[in-house]
């Protein structure tokens, strides 16, 4: 199982102290520092829809230009901007086989990583 954030993200580290709590076990990937692959934002968009994923409520999304912001209305344009600043992606983003969830639900952890 992967999990993909920010260290800095108040929602990753509630996932991630989660995880450890019900002793999950899970690797990190740190969009900071290791960013992310147009291919993995490919997979994700044809699992989930690049909507799903783009958080307009960060604050790079917010300082983007407005020109920037309207140009993500096809999967290319938003994919593209996701590699660049992978910042605007909802995070954390936990991969798991076919199971993929964009933040942070306890309900939904509890049900998928306790009850299967």
């Known amino acids: 199982m ?8 108040i ?6 102290a989660w995880l450890k709590a019900h002793n999950v076990g899970f690797e ?6 290791q960013g992310i692959s147009s291919d993995k934002l490919k997979v994700w968009d044809a699992k989930a829809g690049y909507s799903t994923f783009v958080n307009t409520k960060s604050l790079t999304w ?3 230009p407005v020109e920037v912001r309207a140009s993500i209305k096809t999967a290319e344009n938003a994919l593209a901007l996701l590699v ?3 910042c605007i992606i909802k995070r954390p983003v936990i991969e798991d086989g076919d199971f993929l969830l964009f933040g942070f639900d306890e309900d939904i952890y509890q ?6």
């Open 62 to 64: 917010k300082k983007l």
């Open 84 to 86: 660049e600043e992978p």
């Open 2 to 9: 992967k999990v993909y954030g920010l260290t800095t993200c």
């Open 111 to 116: 049900d998928h990583f306790l009850h299967n």
């Open 28 to 33: 990190f990937q740190n969009f900071k520092t």
């Open 11 to 16: 929602r990753t580290r509630q996932a991630l």
